[in-house]
């Protein structure tokens, strides 16, 4: 039974269609998104993760439908005040200049400056704080262009946390990292969501990442065709199989679990 009421909404999509020209991406869904979920967004390249995310943010009008934020449309709010509520880290982000990592990551306290738009002593806490979370405080001072992908990807993410926004929308946030590097930055998350009202929402590839870490999952076809659930009540092998055009199989290990591709038998000769 969900006892949850209007008060907990953070995020609505509402007979919500996607299109990419003549290609229906996603059709006529509906959903609402509660504070402390975690949800993955999964799907074949060109299903419309990107979109969907660049629509949940308000960046992007639907074919049809809306996006509803606390139960106001989210094109309706003014734009200082929905940058507190939600943050948004695009798949890509280009440091077109040089600048301490520090800075970089003061950018996103932009919406809570006040007066002159001077950062205050809380603002270089919070980007000092959002830098030691993810074990980033010995490159506050490191020029952002001498950092490898992947160091950037994190001061991406550690940017994106500063913002303090309860709706967090992350594309790609794994991209660029190792294993290791992967597991430190959804545990961040899992623990981030335990914050009142907080929400997360990221695309990812890897399906057993997102087994482990995600509450829920939104499995998009990208033919108009989506499945919102449990995360392991949507990434089965038989809806993964049907969205990524290939058999895959779960094996189990005692109570872990993992998705893999099934072997296909090779044709005779």
């Given at each position: 039974m969900n006892t949850r009421g209007p008060a907990d909404i953070t995020l609505r999509a509402d007979q919500l269609t996607l299109?990419?020209?003549?290609?229906?991406?996603?059709?006529?869904?509906?959903?609402?998104?509660y504070p402390g979920e975690v949800w993955c967004i999964a799907g074949p390249n060109g299903a419309g993760k990107t979109t969907l995310i660049s629509t949940l943010a308000g960046l992007l009008r639907p074919a049809k439908g809306h996006i509803e934020l606390d139960g106001r449309r989210v094109n309706e709010w003014p734009l200082a005040r929905l940058a507190r509520r939600r943050a948004l880290m695009p798949q890509a982000s280009h440091d077109a200049f040089g600048a301490s990592v520090l800075d970089i990551v003061l950018l996103n306290r932009?919406?809570?400056?006040?007066?002159?738009?001077?950062?205050?002593?809380?603002?270089?806490?919070?980007?000092?704080?959002?830098?030691?979370t993810?074990?980033?405080?010995?490159?506050?001072?490191?020029?952002?262009?001498?950092l490898s992908g992947g160091e950037r990807q994190r001061v991406a993410l550690a940017a994106t946390l500063c913002q303090d926004a309860p709706l967090l929308l992350l594309d790609e946030p794994l991209?660029?990292?190792?294993?290791?590097?992967q597991i430190d930055c959804l545990e961040v998350?899992?623990?981030?969501?335990?914050?009142?009202g907080r929400t997360v929402m990221f695309s990812c590839h890897d399906l057993n990442l997102a087994r482990r870490f995600a509450t829920h999952a939104l499995l998009l076809e990208g033919n108009?065709?989506?499945?919102?659930?449990?995360?392991?009540?949507?990434?089965?092998?038989?809806?993964a199989s049907r969205a990524f055009g290939y058999p895959l199989v779960l094996i189990r290990d005692g109570d872990d679990e993992a998705l893999i591709p099934a072997l296909r038998t090779p044709a005779r000769p």
């Amino acid at each position: 039974m969900n006892t949850r009421g209007p008060a907990d909404i953070t995020l609505r999509a509402d007979q919500l269609t996607l299109r990419a020209g003549a290609r229906t991406l996603l059709a006529n869904f509906t959903h609402t998104f509660y504070p402390g979920e975690v949800w993955c967004i999964a799907g074949p390249n060109g299903a419309g993760k990107t979109t969907l995310i660049s629509t949940l943010a308000g960046l992007l009008r639907p074919a049809k439908g809306h996006i509803e934020l606390d139960g106001r449309r989210v094109n309706e709010w003014p734009l200082a005040r929905l940058a507190r509520r939600r943050a948004l880290m695009p798949q890509a982000s280009h440091d077109a200049f040089g600048a301490s990592v520090l800075d970089i990551v003061l950018l996103n306290r932009f919406p809570h400056l006040t007066g002159w738009g001077w950062e205050r002593a809380e603002d270089r806490i919070a980007a000092q704080t959002a830098l030691d979370t993810l074990g980033l405080a010995d490159f506050a001072s490191r020029d952002v262009l001498s950092l490898s992908g992947g160091e950037r990807q994190r001061v991406a993410l550690a940017a994106t946390l500063c913002q303090d926004a309860p709706l967090l929308l992350l594309d790609e946030p794994l991209a660029h990292l190792d294993l290791h590097h992967q597991i430190d930055c959804l545990e961040v998350l899992d623990r981030w969501t335990r914050g009142a009202g907080r929400t997360v929402m990221f695309s990812c590839h890897d399906l057993n990442l997102a087994r482990r870490f995600a509450t829920h999952a939104l499995l998009l076809e990208g033919n108009g065709v989506a499945h919102a659930g449990p995360a392991r009540d949507v990434l089965t092998p038989e809806l993964a199989s049907r969205a990524f055009g290939y058999p895959l199989v779960l094996i189990r290990d005692g109570d872990d679990e993992a998705l893999i591709p099934a072997l296909r038998t090779p044709a005779r000769p």
